[in-house]
């Protein structure tokens, strides 16, 4: 008996020791070190905005693939059975001639000679098979191949595109969580201070050094960042939720983070940002695969008014009406004498359709221009508030030091004290924000500029 219960116990020891091994396994994955570069990965391999880009790019490659077998022969068998409820009418009148030659024959005695009579089946069967290989078309053959290399080309270069918007959206995501931890961690140490303040407000009161307004003012004030606080951690879930759904993780996945990342370089110059930006964006090589599109699309309509060769070769046996195969072959020319207009029609709208791509060029130049400029200034501006935070910060900071140190030795009231955390809580804030901030005006410049 004893011995059953001791290896009960071992058992349960082992699963007890198997599963808390399991959980701190799932526990440091989910509690992996996330950077931005590993945000922006994550989202490239898992986000479904992505997956469905990619189709895209599947499926122009598929069209090309189509294209290219237009080149090739086709290969049409045909096969039929039918049954009549009497025998077809040129059937009858060979079967009345084959009657009548044979009457002949028998009055002639041989002269003529006899001929055997058609079958009188009513059911008839047989098959054709016919080969069709293009000769000339016009070129319509070789502008639809240009076409769909050059939609696949758009593909990919829309495919290109989304990952850099997909990249941006992971690292705003990323730096939003980071600003909402920080914020987080500034109001905790903002609840930490101002709680030793209400403790030595209680103090002073107790031993009437301070009236009661000032541990009332105290109290309140701690109430209202207590508050915030509580705002601020539900910021820090929000974002993280966020941030799981830009990467196409499960929404419940938690990370931890480097809280105090490394704030990315200024580019010097505009005028490099701007030429790298029309140089490696790729929307400039998804319009140019438009007016490629759009010239192969103008080819197509001029085709139609060409003629078109094509070598046919076909072989057909059908029983009992045509016994023995027969087979030809030969070349097969067509051409529209008259369609309407439709051709007209067709080309004039092509060219509106490359005179709008060019456009949309024109355009896109200028917007990509106004984008980098926009996103650099965005930058410069971040970046001197930066140091403008900084001073600010270090200005606040120094006065608490005095305020606190003067409310300890009576030299000042819990209303300067109060003032002075007030202004550090803010100055803190806003160094953390504008620190985040610049880290997103830099990576929408280097989206402008075409940079994953």
């Known amino acids: 008996m004893n011995k059953t219960i001791n290896v009960t116990r071992s058992l349960l020891v082992l699963i007890s020791a198997v599963l808390t091994l399991v959980c701190l396994v799932e526990t440091c994955r989910a509690q992996e070190r996330l950077t931005v570069d590993q945000a922006v990965r994550i989202a490239l391999e898992h986000s479904l905005q992505r997956r469905m880009a990619a189709k895209d790019v599947d499926i122009a490659d598929e069209g090309l693939a189509r294209a290219q077998a237009e080149f090739g022969p086709t290969v049409t068998l045909q096969g039929g059975l039918y049954r009549y409820d009497d025998p077809p009418s040129i059937v009858q009148a060979g079967q009345g001639l084959a009657k009548l030659n044979n009457a002949l024959s028998a009055i002639t005695s041989g002269q003529v000679p ?213 087979a030809q072959i030969g070349i097969v020319a067509a051409i529209d004498l008259f369609d309407s207009g439709r051709t007209s029609h067709k080309k004039a709208q092509a060219a509106r359709n490359l005179e709008k791509a060019r456009i949309a060029k024109n355009q896109l130049f200028r917007g990509i221009r106004l984008e980098v400029e926009k996103a650099y200034q965005d930058a410069q501006a971040a970046q001197k508030s930066i140091d403008v935070a900084q001073k600010s910060l270090d200005t606040a900071q120094e006065a608490l030091d005095a305020a606190r140190t003067r409310y300890k030795v009576g030299l000042s009231t819990s209303l300067e004290r109060l003032d002075a955390e007030v202004s550090q809580t803010r100055a803190k804030t806003n160094y953390i924000h504008a620190v985040s901030m610049y880290n997103i005006a830099i990576a929408e410049l280097e989206r402008a500029m075409g940079k994953e």
């Not at 769909?148 to 990952?163: G, H, T, V």
């Not at 209202?224 to 966020?242: F, G, M, P």
């Not at 029309?278 to 490629?292: H, M, S, T």
């Open 114 to 326: 006899e001929v055997s009579l058609p079958s009188d089946s009513r059911t008839y069967y047989g098959g054709q098979i016919k080969v069709t290989q293009p000769l000339y078309t016009g070129n319509k053959l070789t502008a639809t191949r240009q076409l769909a290399r050059a939609n696949l080309e758009n593909a990919r270069k829309n495919l290109d595109a989304s990952d850099n918007d997909l990249a941006l959206s992971a690292r705003n995501a990323f730096y939003t969580v980071i600003l909402s931890r920080q914020m987080a961690c500034a109001m905790d140490e903002a609840v930490e201070s101002m709680t030793g303040h209400v403790q030595e407000a209680t103090a002073y009161h107790d031993q009437k050094i301070v009236p009661k307004l000032d541990l009332l003012r105290a109290e309140e004030k701690l109430a209202d960042l207590k508050q915030q606080q509580l705002y601020a951690h539900n910021n820090v879930e929000l974002a993280q939720t966020s941030l799981n759904y830009v990467l196409g993780v499960d929404m419940d996945t938690r990370y931890t983070y480097d809280d105090a990342p490394r704030p990315l370089p200024m580019p010097l110059d505009l005028g490099t940002c701007i030429e790298t930006g029309l140089k490696n964006r790729p929307e400039i090589g998804a319009v140019d695969a438009q007016i490629r599109m759009a010239k192969a699309q103008i080819t197509i309509a001029q085709s139609d008014r060409l003629p078109t060769l094509a070598l046919v070769g076909e072989a057909h046996h059908y029983e009992p009406e045509n016994e023995d195969p027969s």
